[in-house]
Nanobody, 121 residues
């Protein structure tokens, strides 16, 4: 019902920055929240950041707080993840996700294909 395409990944040196865009299409009026997740090899997928689509309130994992910023452009149906001061520990496949259910749910229903972020030391 909602399709997501994220991009912007690549190889960056420690201390550098990347900006990941995610474009949503389809039934975008159903979006209640969008999030960024990441998964490193051999690790479970973890939530990095999320944003409420209308209210704009945000959440960040402790590991990225102060370095990453999630934002959205509702008119363009896009969400962004600005990543600064990158560390090798940030290396992972990053996924954009959309939650289509109202509160109290925080579940995610639609997922992008993922984009690889590699941070060299």
């Amino acid at each position: 019902q909602v399709q997501l395409v994220e991009s912007g990944g690549g190889l960056v040196q420690a201390g550098g920055s990347l900006r990941l865009p995610c474009a949503a299409s389809g039934r975008t009026l159903r979006i209640y929240r969008m999030g960024w997740f990441r998964q490193a090899p051999g690790k479970e997928r973890e939530l990095v950041a999320r944003i409420r689509w209308n209210g704009g309130s945000t959440y960040y994992a402790d590991s990225v707080k102060g370095r990453f910023t999630i934002s959205r452009d509702n008119a363009k149906n896009m969400v962004f993840l600005q990543m600064n001061s990158l560390k090798p520990e940030d290396t992972a496949v990053y996924y954009c996700a959309a939650g289509l259910r109202p509160l109290p749910s925080y579940e995610y229903d639609s997922w992008g294909q993922g984009t690889q972020v590699t941070v060299s030391s």
